[in-house]
């Protein structure tokens, strides 16, 4: 399985990202799929989930400004990050849930810099 990410960078307060996972040795019904991210110092904490038929799931803080959506014929997880705010400052993961609950394969992260 290999996930790479895409798409970060740096933006002022208030700007919007869009970021890329291309999947490659894993299929969109095999499982779920996510997106975390990690702040230095802080904890890896998940974001939004897709699940085998496409539902998705957002944790709280970020439900409204961020949505998860998938290509399937591109083999291609995207998150759209709008309205950022600084304390969106983080390591972005993409995540292929594995046959254990709560275990996944992971990117190597793609960097987002929110500035005010």
């Known amino acids: 399985v290999q996930l790479v990410e895409s798409g970060g960078g740096s933006v002022q307060t208030g700007g919007s990202l869009r970021l890329s996972c291309t999947v490659s040795?894993?299929?969109?019904?095999?499982?779920?799929m996510a997106w975390f991210r990690q702040a230095p110092g802080k904890e890896r904490e998940g974001l939004a989930w897709?699940?085998?038929?496409?539902?998705?799931t957002y944790i709280d803080s970020v439900k409204g400004r961020f949505t998860l959506s998938r290509d399937v014929s591109k083999k291609t997880l995207y998150l759209q990050m709008n309205n950022l705010q600084p304390d969106d400052t983080a390591m972005y993961f993409c995540?292929?849930?594995?046959?254990?609950?709560?275990?996944?394969?992971w990117g190597q992260g793609t960097q987002v810099t929110v500035s005010s």
């Open positions: 995540a292929a849930g594995k046959t254990e609950p709560g275990t996944y394969y």
């Open positions: 897709i699940d085998r038929v496409g539902w998705t």
């Open positions: 040795g894993y299929s969109f019904s095999s499982g779920y």
